[in-house]
């Protein structure tokens, strides 16, 4: 006689159906009435107890989730908490939001406070990642996934994007568009995603025979993309014809500094961002921009957070999601020649 518990498959093997099937039938999804019956049957003469109401009897509490932010005024946020929340929700699980800024230190203060016990799992998605943050994060006591990039050979569960080949798509979009030469306007190099992207764009820059300009703002903010680029956009013989922006709100600022410029985008400047947030059909004209799969990152995560909680010894995995170029009005074609 075994202890464990019945699982999904078995159950569906029981009732004579996929387990997409059963899934379907047990969180109200589009099944026929005879598979819902054939389900619930097969449920009851197994014993089989939902992973939801497993881990509910098993921490003898509603289970909860603390996700860790930057910035919850970034729209990339705002869609990974949305993706985040209705996992979480079907699971079972409360979601709760924190906003830690974009200091290492500040995450690494959080990260020691969950030893306290006021969520059983937690997912941060760090700007930067020091020594310190890395020594908290793997003395950790509850679950832990990080969305972003961490070292190969450190054992914490990961969601990344390829953001590098998120780059070269932009750069290869604008060339191919008939822009000679693309500046990139960047975030805080010393951040996770500041620095590979400068990375990435100074290879594209190199490999299409282009020497890289780069304009390098305070934070990721459209506020700090608009102080950055004042001088430049009015300058005529200065201003760049194409530029590839790290983030949306970057990308924004970009195309506010063209318009206090008298500068068209679109007709006079090319301009891509990264993210492909709510933000890229808000604007005038929509901007082109690369999207980094923020739903299927936060989704990701919440699935590999879960898996954690319920197998704690499993070995630790990395997950990679790919991006791709959304294109808009932002970047048209251009006659061969631009500058």
């Given at each position: 006689m075994t202890n464990q518990r019945p699982t999904l498959a078995q159950v569906a093997r029981h009732a004579g159906v996929s387990v997409a099937s059963v899934s379907r039938a047990l969180n109200g999804g589009s099944a026929s009435r005879d598979t819902v019956e054939r389900v619930r049957?097969?449920?009851?003469?197994?014993?089989?107890?939902?992973?939801?109401?497993?881990?509910l009897l098993k921490l003898g509490h509603t289970p909860s989730i603390a996700c860790a932010v930057p910035d919850i005024a970034n729209?990339?946020?705002?869609?990974m908490v949305k993706a985040m929340e209705a996992v979480a929700k079907r699971e079972g699980f409360r979601l709760t939001?924190?906003?830690?800024?974009?200091?290492?230190?500040?995450?690494?203060?959080l990260v020691r406070s969950m030893d306290r016990g006021f969520a059983d799992g937690l997912i941060?998605?760090?700007?930067?990642?020091t020594d310190e943050l890395l020594e908290a994060l793997l003395t950790l006591s509850v679950p832990l996934v990080v969305i972003g990039r961490i070292d190969a050979d450190v054992?914490?569960?990961?969601?990344?994007?390829?953001s590098e080949a998120g780059v070269r798509i932009a750069i290869d979009h604008l060339i191919a568009a008939?822009?000679?030469?693309?500046t990139l306007v960047n975030g805080p190099a010393d951040t996770t995603p500041g620095g590979a992207r400068l990375d990435a764009y100074t290879a594209a820059a190199h490999a299409h025979g282009f020497a890289p300009r780069v304009v390098t703002a305070a934070d990721f903010t459209t506020e700090a993309a608009l102080d950055a680029l004042g001088d430049l956009m009015a300058d005529a013989d200065a201003r760049p014809s194409a530029v590839l922006a790290t983030n949306d709100l970057l990308a924004v600022g970009v195309m506010r500094a063209a318009a206090r410029a008298g500068v068209q985008v679109g007709a006079d400047l090319g301009v891509v961002g990264m993210d492909d947030t709510v933000y890229a059909n808000l604007v005038h004209p929509p901007l082109?921009?690369?999207?980094?799969?923020?739903?299927?990152?936060?989704?990701?995560?919440?699935?590999?957070?879960?898996?954690?909680i319920d197998h704690p010894g499993r070995a630790h995995?990395?997950?990679?999601?790919?991006?791709?170029?959304?294109?808009?009005?932002?970047?048209?074609?251009?006659?061969?020649?631009?500058?």
């Amino acid at each position: 006689m075994t202890n464990q518990r019945p699982t999904l498959a078995q159950v569906a093997r029981h009732a004579g159906v996929s387990v997409a099937s059963v899934s379907r039938a047990l969180n109200g999804g589009s099944a026929s009435r005879d598979t819902v019956e054939r389900v619930r049957a097969a449920v009851n003469e197994l014993g089989y107890v939902p992973d939801a109401t497993a881990r509910l009897l098993k921490l003898g509490h509603t289970p909860s989730i603390a996700c860790a932010v930057p910035d919850i005024a970034n729209p990339i946020y705002v869609e990974m908490v949305k993706a985040m929340e209705a996992v979480a929700k079907r699971e079972g699980f409360r979601l709760t939001l924190i906003s830690v800024g974009s200091d290492a230190g500040e995450i690494s203060d959080l990260v020691r406070s969950m030893d306290r016990g006021f969520a059983d799992g937690l997912i941060i998605t760090p700007l930067r990642v020091t020594d310190e943050l890395l020594e908290a994060l793997l003395t950790l006591s509850v679950p832990l996934v990080v969305i972003g990039r961490i070292d190969a050979d450190v054992p914490i569960d990961a969601v990344g994007v390829d953001s590098e080949a998120g780059v070269r798509i932009a750069i290869d979009h604008l060339i191919a568009a008939g822009h000679r030469a693309v500046t990139l306007v960047n975030g805080p190099a010393d951040t996770t995603p500041g620095g590979a992207r400068l990375d990435a764009y100074t290879a594209a820059a190199h490999a299409h025979g282009f020497a890289p300009r780069v304009v390098t703002a305070a934070d990721f903010t459209t506020e700090a993309a608009l102080d950055a680029l004042g001088d430049l956009m009015a300058d005529a013989d200065a201003r760049p014809s194409a530029v590839l922006a790290t983030n949306d709100l970057l990308a924004v600022g970009v195309m506010r500094a063209a318009a206090r410029a008298g500068v068209q985008v679109g007709a006079d400047l090319g301009v891509v961002g990264m993210d492909d947030t709510v933000y890229a059909n808000l604007v005038h004209p929509p901007l082109t921009s690369v999207s980094l799969g923020a739903a299927e990152r936060a989704t990701r995560a919440v699935e590999l957070l879960l898996h954690r909680i319920d197998h704690p010894g499993r070995a630790h995995r990395r997950v990679t999601v790919d991006p791709a170029l959304v294109s808009r009005e932002s970047s048209p074609n251009r006659k061969e020649g631009s500058q």
